[in-house]
């Protein structure tokens, strides 16, 4: 069976910008099997000082996150893109309930598509830094998709 997710590459400006949305969207509904599903069978990632091969591991992963990192909102924005790759810059807020502690994450990650633009490869660096409950700027109201009504970093100044 051949999977596809669209936009395919080569990617333009517009196709690049729709493949960051879609992924930041995916990536705020917190489903670790919807999420896995947009990278290949066999993809490939470096997650901070993780390294994570496949689907399962993927899933694994990001269900492991979500345990330790609740009210999870993120938002990326598009840095570069070629005809297969596309580069984001990212930022989240989380909170970790054992620490009683708000968190920003601010990060890169590089993407590699295959022709059927699945995700084969996700290099991603990310550092942590604690903030005041005072100090959250991702606000929507509710835990999912931001609304397109929402600023996104370069409009929040970060």
């Not at 909170?95 to 968190?103: F, L």
């Not at 903030?131 to 509710?142: A, H, P, R, Y």
């Amino acid at each position: 069976m051949n999977e596809k997710k669209y936009p395919l590459p080569p990617f333009t400006h517009k196709t690049a910008l729709e493949k960051v949305r879609l992924a930041e969207d995916a990536w705020n509904s917190r489903d670790p099997l919807k999420i896995a599903q947009a990278y290949s069978v066999n993809s490939e990632w470096r997650n901070r000082s993780e390294f994570i091969k496949g689907r399962d591991e993927i899933i694994q992963f990001l269900e492991n996150k979500w345990s330790a990192e609740s009210h999870y909102k993120l938002i990326k924005e598009l840095w570069a893109f070629s005809d297969t790759f596309i580069a984001v810059r990212f930022q989240y807020e989380w909170y970790h309930c054992k620490e009683k502690q708000w968190y920003r994450a601010y990060g890169n990650e590089n993407w590699e598509f295959d022709s059927d633009g699945l995700m084969k490869r996700r290099q991603a660096s990310i550092n942590d830094v604690p903030i005041s409950e005072k100090e959250l700027l991702f606000t929507w109201k509710n835990f999912g998709a931001r609304p397109v009504s929402f600023p996104g970093l370069s409009e929040l100044g970060l």
